[in-house]
């Protein structure tokens, strides 16, 4: 975008021209001896983008390790590079997948800035996030409003207040803040906003969110935002939504797999990695969570 | 006569309890709050309630408040009234405070600071009018308010109470020790006038706008607002002070009011984030006039034959256009000093936590979605899963979150990412073989779907205190399914029916 002769104020000046040059990143295509500069050949609607003179460890500079090594091995960049969205794909409830993105999350976080949980369903538990490694006291847990239709009958009595027999309810909706403001009645248009401002912010390094179905556009959106922001997003999303198209730079399909180690208490998963943009996608890989150290070691490894 | 109530101590008392469920000993620390002149910490000491005149000492580290309470103590019973209503104000708050009330300010602040009290005696001493120069006889010199080194001359010289003082022939005092000496002997005892300079409420910072004719167009509402907002951005600029949270009033035709406030985290001086956030609430307002309140009860007569009527209090939603408005203002009810940040061209990454992008965040979020939606998360020593966290938002009043220390003990990821906001029953069809009343599932029903747990770990027990009145005991397992999906399960001990609280995501 061109910097305008008549914009009068320093701040925005420098703001637009660190915002300019920060386009200019380190950026591999895979192929080897990188080791000369050049500039790109492709048209104009193409970014400028600069070869990077080396690498290091196999891991391209610039790009984020999830600290997940079978996982980092799975990606063909070896990591995860800042600006862009994840979507972890879970079949069901208790797959798993949110603890690995959780996971990734914390690593993620090290070189610094904020985490945001965009969580509308209110089920976020930091206790567990905590001993996942993400930092709390860097988090921001945003809870957007959230209707949602359930099992049967309404609760009553105060939540979580007492041990008495509660039921699901067939339908909760949030109350509005206040009764002097417009209560809403759909919480998806607040959930996917709240996380395109969160991507958006240059102090946010990682944001996760449950999404459930989203259009194209607002998906578009939401991957700019990332871009823009420079964090990463990961998404969190269930795995009927496989064949539905999406923005996301990498797509991961996590199901769980029944059965440990003998003598072990972890679980075991299966990643397959569905989408890498740019990148030759498949692969999969099993992974086996240590409860009592937390690490994650691979059982399989066959690449795709 | 003057009479001259001094206050000092005051500071803020932090109580807490050595962790043993009821508080079997206390520990109190006292923080110092005035430690610098501060205009809004002495208003928030309400103490222009006990008199107009309130100001700060002007010796050394001001640590006291000189309140002038000459002809206010009869609206409190007496001086002894006024001295017992001030204690126990500030005790109601948390604050600590000793003081005294005497004829002149040197009285009041030598007997505030080395008055000697005894135990069960009132924090605050009142000196009979006239009678103050018997009470500083006994006091040190140093209670005078002389400097360091003058004191330290007198202490070598033994003279080291106000009446040995006050025995010397003042010229000796004069030519030795200058007339610092004299000067605060005569502003003690009264023979010297010495007044308190009196700390005035900032003005309030507020804009208005009046329409000559009542107003229902939406655009130039918000273009009246935003120019509200740059003269409260202007007026608290020349101070360097940033706003941190208006209150909006939008008035109607006949007084009908709207009222809405916004916070941030950081002070702004920033007129287009300001706006931002006024207008983005001013999108969710629901306006009503009174012809909507009309309509609305014809409306439920109607209803009434073929319809169910709608709850006595709702309203008819109204277009926001249709409400009109005669009277706008804004003030600033929070305002802090603005810090300065040094612009860099290129951020390191050790920044990007404390960038402002951050706050512009916390902001807009909290704005369009409503503070009590964007939170931060604490640890909390609970052994309740529902209660081992809390919230508290990032925007607007502070509660308490009590202690940030989790639980220690537990295995590391035996804690579920999801946990319900209340437990979900389920049927358990089917239970191990254990001589034990609690024998873990072997399956399970929820959400009409069967579950068969092939392992299990646990049972962990968590129960709560009794004093807690309605205590829990549960034993919790954790399972996995046929599947490889994870659930946290319970049994309440006591009833033996069980549900489902958490998924290990």
Request: proline letters at 7%; a positive charge; hydrophobic letters at 35%.
């Amino acid at each position: 975008m061109p910097l305008h002769s008549h914009d009068p104020k320093r701040a925005e000046t420098i703001q637009e021209l660190s915002r300019q040059l920060r386009r200019f990143r380190p950026a591999g295509d895979g192929v080897a001896g990188g080791s000369e500069s050049s500039w790109p050949r492709e048209g104009p609607g193409r970014r400028c983008r600069l070869r990077p003179a080396t690498r290091r460890g196999g891991r391209e500079a610039g790009v984020l390790a999830t600290g997940i090594l079978p996982l980092d091995r799975l990606l063909p960049e070896q990591g995860i590079r800042p600006g862009t969205l994840v979507e972890w794909l879970f079949e069901g409830e208790g797959s798993g997948a949110g603890t690995l993105a959780f996971t990734a999350a914390s690593n993620l976080l090290r070189p610094g800035g904020a985490c945001v949980v965009v969580d509308s369903g209110r089920e976020f538990y930091p206790p567990a996030a905590d001993r996942l490694g993400i930092d709390l006291s860097r988090t921001i847990v945003v809870r957007p409003v959230c209707v949602r239709r359930t099992g049967r009958r309404a609760p009553t009595g105060r939540r979580g207040s007492s041990d008495g027999a509660k039921r699901e309810h067939r339908l909760r909706s949030v109350a509005p803040h206040s009764s002097l403001f417009s209560p809403r009645v759909s919480g998806a248009s607040d959930l996917l906003w709240a996380l395109e401002q969160s991507l958006r912010c240059p102090g946010v390094a990682v944001v996760v969110g449950w999404i459930d179905q989203i259009n194209s556009g607002p998906f578009r959106r939401l991957a700019l935002a990332a871009e823009t922001g420079g964090g990463v997003g990961l998404l969190l999303r269930p795995a009927k939504f496989r064949t539905q198209s999406s923005w996301a730079d990498v797509r991961l399909l996590v199901e769980p797999l029944p059965g440990g180690s003998l003598h072990s208490k972890g679980r075991r998963l299966r990643v397959e990695l569905v989408y890498c943009r740019g990148r030759m996608s498949g692969g999969t890989i099993e992974l086996e969570i240590d409860d009592e150290t937390g690490v994650v070691s691979d059982e399989d490894w066959s690449g795709g | 006569m003057k009479r001259v109530l001094c206050l000092t101590k005051i500071g803020v008392v932090d109580e807490w309890s050595d962790g043993k469920g009821a508080t079997t000993s206390s520990h109190y620390a006292i923080t110092p709050v005035l430690q610098h002149s501060n205009t809004p910490v002495l208003h928030r000491l309400w103490c222009q309630r006990y008199s107009p005149v309130v100001g700060l000492e002007e010796f050394g580290v001001p640590d006291s408040l000189l309140l002038d309470v000459t002809g206010c103590a009869h609206l409190f019973g007496g001086e002894g009234g006024l001295a017992r209503q001030v204690a126990a104000d500030f005790r109601l708050r948390g604050l600590s405070v000793r003081g005294a009330m005497a004829d002149t300010i040197g009285a009041a602040w030598a007997l505030a600071h080395y008055g000697r009290r005894e135990a069960g005696r009132p924090e605050i001493i009142v000196v009979p009018a006239g009678e103050h120069a018997e009470f500083l006889r006994p006091l040190p010199v140093k209670a005078l308010r002389l400097p360091a080194g003058v004191v330290e001359t007198l202490e070598k010289l033994d003279v080291r109470r106000i009446g040995q003082l006050l025995s010397l022939p003042r010229d000796g005092l004069l030519s030795r020790l200058g007339p610092e000496v004299l000067q605060r002997l005569d502003q003690a005892l009264g023979r010297r006038a010495e007044w308190i300079v009196p700390e005035r409420p900032p003005a309030p910072v507020e804009a208005r706008w009046s329409f000559e004719h009542p107003i229902s167009h939406r655009q130039t509402i918000e273009a009246v607002l935003q120019r509200l907002v740059g003269r409260i951005v202007d007026q608290l600029a020349s101070r360097g002070e940033g706003v941190q949270s208006l209150r909006v009033h939008l008035t109607g035709p006949q007084g009908e009011q709207v009222r809405f406030s916004v916070g941030m985290l950081r002070p702004s001086a920033s007129e287009a984030h300001v706006g931002e956030l006024l207008l983005t609430r001013l999108g969710q307002l629901r306006f009503f006039s009174p012809e909507s309140r009309v309509q609305s009860r014809e409306r439920r007569v109607e209803m009434s034959n073929d319809e169910i009527p709608m709850t006595k209090s709702a309203p008819i939603d109204i277009r926001p256009s249709t409400f009109v408005i005669s009277r706008l203002s804004i003030r600033a009810t929070a305002t802090a000093l603005l810090k300065s940040r040094q612009e860099e061209l290129f951020e390191t990454e050790t920044d990007r936590d404390s960038r402002p992008e951050l706050g512009l965040l916390i902001d807009r979020l909290s704005s369009q979605l409503g503070e009590k939606r964007v939170l931060r998360p604490y640890l909390y020593p609970d052994a309740q899963p529902e209660r081992a966290s809390r919230w508290q938002p990032l925007i607007g009043k502070v509660g308490r979150t009590g202690k940030k220390e989790g639980e220690k003990g537990s295995p590391a990821l035996f804690r579920p990412l999801r946990l319900k906001s209340e437990p979900c029953a389920i049927k358990v069809t089917a239970a191990a073989q254990s001589t034990g009343p609690g024998a873990p599932p072997v399956r399970f029903s929820w959400r009409n779907r069967d579950y068969t747990v092939i392992r299990c770990w646990g049972p962990e027990r968590i129960e709560t205190g009794w004093w807690r009145g309605r205590h829990v005991r549960r034993d919790y397992y954790r399972v996995e399914t046929e599947t490889g999906r994870h659930f946290w399960l319970f049994r309440r001990i006591r009833e033996g029916d069980w549900f489902l609280h958490g998924e290990f995501e």
